[in-house]
């Protein structure tokens, strides 16, 4: 048995899901909407399975979708991306994050990673052998520090692992941020991974920079997208890597043993979708806007001290203020779930050291009701 698989517990995501049933809890822990997800696209993908193609589609995906993405980040970005060279589709932006590290990684290589972070990057980038290097951002602004950057980055550094937006904390990372990034990746000649899977999900007009438009970074960038995030449909698993060609030539051989393919339908009902018009767009955010304000509200009007949220479907609340003072973040969801019946996420999870002990995420896209039930219930143990 491998001992980093076998040292490590259950996902925190599955476990507050699996208290959230057995307590009959709100779920505001595992981030999934409450809303079933466009009916447009989710028709699209009945009928592909229907009438469409159900045998092995190619390795690198269906020609429709990758047109499609490239036309996407033509559409948003400005980007001149080559679907037949720079464009794969995977299962999920998860294996997209699997084989970009099990490609890129020596062993011993030095992989920089920034905490939080998510739950499957650690185990991920030691079992390609990476030795991690941990940058820590700390609340409420989650930003980057050139002094951590430097003592971070070294002669065997090879990967930087980034997630931007940022899960859990909601954060975008600024221009300002990024270029710095840059120059520290420049200067090691390393690659930069990066989880853009939030890239839509974004609010009150939040300046958001994509790694592949920085100059520097265009060639050294592998971006990786789910449309999980991008069309509210987190089950369906269809992600994909944008990168240049001699670096996507290296990740496409360890997608073809991973996954070798993704379901043929949901490809096709992603293609079309990602045609969508622009206010489908903004209609999301807008609805997922309108959801954090009411239930960031909520919370503050119970005392809460809200550190609001730039991108995601999570918002946190740092517990050193407020109504639960002085109580870490694992007893706190852990009381939550068994006493008022709302499942969260200790923020603490997603550390491997040093970790940020007083924040909680709570996941807003839900329902008016949804969110209502759950601060009436939170109001009861207030
Ligand atoms: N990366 C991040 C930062 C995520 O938040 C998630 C899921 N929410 C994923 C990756 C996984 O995406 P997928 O479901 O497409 O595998
Ligand atoms: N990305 C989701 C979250 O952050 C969870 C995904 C999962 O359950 N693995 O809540």
Redesign the pocket.
């Known amino acids: 048995m491998n001992p980093i698989y076998a040292g490590i517990s259950t996902s925190v995501f599955e476990t507050m899901s699996r208290l959230a049933r057995e307590h009959e809890a709100v779920n505001l822990g595992q981030?999934f909407p409450d809303d079933p997800g466009p009916l447009d696209v989710r028709q699209k993908a009945a009928e592909a399975v229907v009438e469409g193609w159900n045998q092995y589609p190619p390795m690198m995906g269906i020609p429709e979708l990758r047109q499609s993405i490239a036309r996407h980040y033509k559409r948003f970005h400005a980007l001149d991306l080559n679907w037949e060279s720079e464009v794969m589709v995977t299962s999920?932006?998860?294996e997209a994050l699997a084989a970009s590290l099990l490609a890129l990684i020596e062993p011993g290589d030095e992989v920089v990673l920034f905490q939080p972070m998510?739950d499957a990057y650690l185990p991920l980038v030691r079992r390609a052998g990476g030795v991690p290097r941990f940058v820590t951002l700390k609340p409420p602004h989650w930003g980057l520090d050139k002094a951590q950057l430097k003592a971070a980055f070294g002669p065997k550094t090879r990967v930087v692992l980034l997630?931007h937006p940022l899960?859990p904390s909601g954060s975008v990372f600024s221009r300002a941020d990024l270029d710095l990034l840059a120059r520290y990746i420049v200067q090691h000649d390393c690659i930069l991974v990066c989880?853009e899977?939030w890239e839509h999900v974004l609010f009150y007009n939040v300046e958001y920079s994509p790694t592949l438009s920085v100059p520097e970074l265009r060639r050294k960038t592998v971006k990786i997208g789910?449309a999980?995030?991008i069309f509210s449909l987190?089950g369906w698993?269809v992600?994909f890597v944008c990168a240049a060609p001699e670096i996507l030539r290296v990740v496409a051989k360890a997608h073809q043993f991973l996954t070798f393919t993704t379901p043929p339908n949901l490809q096709a009902a992603v293609a079309y979708g990602l045609d969508k018009a622009e206010d489908y767009f903004t209609t999301m955010r807008a609805g997922f806007e309108a959801a954090q304000d009411r239930f960031a509200d909520g919370l503050t009007k119970l005392g809460f001290d809200v550190i609001p949220s730039q991108a995601t479907y999570f918002l946190n609340v740092d517990l050193a203020k407020g109504p639960f003072a002085g109580m870490d973040d694992a007893s706190f969801s852990t009381h939550l779930v068994e006493k008022a019946k709302v499942a969260s996420i200790p923020v603490s999870a997603f550390y491997a050291e040093n970790a940020v002990t007083s924040v909680v995420r709570f996941c807003f896209a839900k329902r008016f009701e949804t969110l209502d039930e759950a601060l009436r219930r939170i109001k009861s143990i207030c």
């Open positions: 981030g999920g932006a998860t998510y997630n899960n989880d899977v789910s999980g995030k987190t698993k992600g």
